[in-house]
């Protein structure tokens, strides 16, 4: 097994390399492997396993072995508990976990701690249902039985991003796993090293071998091949809009294998008049600067009342001001570098966009540095409706703030977007937050609070935000298929 050995000043570890596949680890097939980048300064950490089909096809081999066997007969009770026994694992390695994902992602070290808290939690809660799935009896005529039962749907590929890595990996596992499933998970070719870190706590939790592997590969080799697999039943996936059309179109054309989406948004933040300002200031800018701006849900259209329009920017544009951007491993940094150079010349040419349209950049607009993928946090005025950084998911540090005049304003400029992740409402009126709220087309609507996502609660989008949901029971029926069991009764002959 090939690992690499890793420093940072937080952590010293051996870092897995290969592919995790069958609770081992492998090369590929084919030998290949590829660079993984510190984001912060642009180095060449280490070098990673590539999978490639052949790859694939190994791990799905794997995976389907696992579900007809060991985990097949495998207690709901003990899929639980190694759920939670991979939880405890994950929070007794918080130190490397997290110092990975910095490292890796670029992410500040303090939200990287909150991400590994959050994914172990996550594992834990859905250990927790594992033993709590039931069916029903329903009584249909007298000479019937008849019971509904939940069944696990088989082998699941799972296609996580690179702004969570940690977090999607448990979002995705947790209750594919609880249900019964086996997993085949590609990690996102720009952040692979935290996944194989847990890909050993799996071995030590003491799941049986192949019911998860952990692949690392390109989108349009790995992730491509999971998503036209014939003997994968269902495939999810979080990402961009643009890959969610295609792998739905990839099930489509293969075995039309079950699909969910997690895509993405461009949420709108909407603070009325009677809000309290210093508390809808703090979350506006937590809405849009938590993690570089690179969250589906991130709050990219603020819209604040007219009457309080100029004193807000001003005091917003204060507040972006004091955020500390630079090195994650400060303690005191809240913004570190873009992930990738793709995803910096990507936000740069909207930043360029937004400027050649007209809009008046209120605070940022420029890199940071000379070194690493920082980027200044960028507040925009004066856009109108029709802008690209008013339609498009921009995934950076960047915003726009509009006027509207009243509650029907607010609410016909929250919804006009084709995407429906995330909406927030600022308000001390309780009319007014339930009315927006309830008229507001999001998967979630958060009120005085914004990206305070919990393992508890729902999360997905509308229209074209996604399909399905993550989290809470509903992430479940994503995992299960009913079946429906029918019995006649008595002795008479059928016609
Ligand atoms: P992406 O959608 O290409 O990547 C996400 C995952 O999909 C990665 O694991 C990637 O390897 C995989 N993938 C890529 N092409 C695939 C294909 N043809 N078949 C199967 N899997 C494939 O996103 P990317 O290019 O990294 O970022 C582009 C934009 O996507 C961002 O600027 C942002 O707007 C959005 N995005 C949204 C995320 C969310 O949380 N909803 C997360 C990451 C990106
Ligand atoms: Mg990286």
């Known amino acids: 097994m090939s690992t690499a050995q890793l420093k940072t000043a937080h952590a010293s570890w051996e870092q897995p390399t290969g592919l995790f596949i069958n609770n081992e680890w492998v090369n590929g097939v084919d030998g290949k492997t590829f660079e993984v980048v510190n984001p912060a300064d642009e180095t060449v950490i280490t070098s990673v396993a590539e999978a490639t089909e052949k790859d694939v096809d190994i791990a799905?081999?794997?995976?389907?072995?696992?579900?007809?066997?060991?985990?097949?007969?495998?207690?709901?009770?003990?899929?639980?508990?190694?759920?939670?026994?991979?939880?405890?694992l994950m929070e007794a390695n918080i130190d490397k976990l997290a110092a990975c994902e910095s490292l890796d992602n670029g992410k500040a070290i303090t939200m990287a701690k909150g991400d590994v808290g959050m994914a172990a939690a996550t594992l834990r809660y859905y250990g927790g249902w594992a033993d709590k799935i039931e069916g029903k009896v329903v009584d249909t005529t007298p000479d019937t039985f008849n019971y509904i039962k939940k069944e696990p749907i088989g082998v699941c590929g799972q296609i996580i991003p690179w702004n969570f890595p940690i977090l999607m990996w448990a979002w995705k596992i947790g209750p594919a796993v609880a249900a019964g499933n086996t997993v085949v998970l590609k990690t996102a070719e720009q952040t692979p090293l935290s996944a194989l870190i847990a890909a050993n706590l799996i071995k030590e939790a003491g799941f049986p071998p192949g019911v998860i592997n952990i692949i690392s590969g390109f989108g349009k080799v790995a992730g491509a091949a999971i998503s036209a697999h014939m003997d994968v039943d269902k495939v999810a996936f979080t990402g961009s809009t643009v890959v969610g059309r295609t792998i739905m179109k990839a099930a489509a054309g293969s075995n039309l294998?079950?699909?969910?989406?997690?895509?993405?948004?461009?949420?709108?933040?909407?603070?009325?008049?009677?809000?309290?300002?210093?508390?809808?200031?703090?979350?506006?800018?937590?809405?849009?600067?938590?993690?570089?701006?690179?969250?589906?849900?991130?709050?990219?259209?603020?819209?604040?009342?007219?009457?309080?329009?100029?004193?807000?920017?001003?005091r917003f544009k204060e507040r972006a001001a004091k955020n500390v951007v630079g090195d994650?491993?400060?303690?005191?940094?809240?913004?570190?570098?873009?992930?990738?150079?793709?995803?910096?010349?990507?936000?740069?040419?909207?930043?360029?966009?937004?400027?050649?349209?007209?809009?008046?950049?209120?605070?940022?607009?420029?890199?940071?540095?000379?070194?690493?993928?920082?980027?200044?946090?960028?507040?925009?005025?004066?856009?109108?409706?029709?802008?690209?950084?008013?339609?498009?998911?921009?995934?950076?540090?960047?915003?726009?703030?509009?006027?509207?005049?009243?509650?029907?304003?607010?609410?016909?400029?929250?919804?006009?977007?084709?995407?429906?992740?995330?909406?927030?409402?600022?308000?001390?009126?309780?009319?007014?937050?339930?009315?927006?709220?309830?008229?507001?087309?999001?998967?979630?609507?958060?009120?005085?609070?914004?990206?305070?996502?919990?393992?508890q609660l729902p999360f997905g989008g509308f229209k074209e935000s996604g399909i399905g949901r993550e989290l809470g029971e509903a992430a479940l029926d994503n995992y299960l298929q009913t079946k429906t069991v029918s019995i006649r009764l008595g002795d008479a002959l059928f016609g």
């Open 60 to 88: 799905v081999a794997a995976a389907r072995k696992a579900f007809e066997g060991a985990w097949r007969k495998e207690t709901p009770e003990n899929r639980g508990k190694l759920l939670r026994k991979l939880a405890d």
């Open 328 to 455: 994650p491993f400060d303690a005191n940094t809240f913004q570190g570098p873009q992930v990738s150079q793709v995803q910096f010349d990507r936000i740069m040419s909207y930043i360029d966009a937004g400027k050649t349209a007209g809009a008046t950049v209120e605070i940022g607009g420029k890199r940071k540095g000379e070194k690493g993928y920082f980027i200044e946090p960028t507040i925009f005025s004066n856009v109108s409706e029709d802008m690209k950084i008013m339609q498009e998911e921009i995934f950076g540090p960047v915003c726009s703030i509009a006027k509207f005049k009243n509650k029907e304003d607010a609410i016909r400029l929250g919804n006009a977007t084709t995407y429906g992740l995330a909406a927030a409402v600022h308000t001390s009126n309780l009319n007014t937050a339930i009315e927006v709220s309830n008229a507001l087309r999001a998967g979630t609507v958060w009120v005085n609070t914004y990206n305070t996502l919990h393992h």
């Open 257 to 314: 294998k079950k699909v969910t989406l997690e895509l993405g948004g461009k949420s709108p933040n909407l603070v009325f008049e009677d809000a309290d300002i210093d508390n809808a200031i703090s979350w506006v800018n937590f809405g849009i600067f938590f993690n570089h701006g690179q969250c589906c849900c991130a709050g990219s259209r603020i819209y604040v009342q007219e009457s309080i329009y100029d004193k807000f920017v001003q």
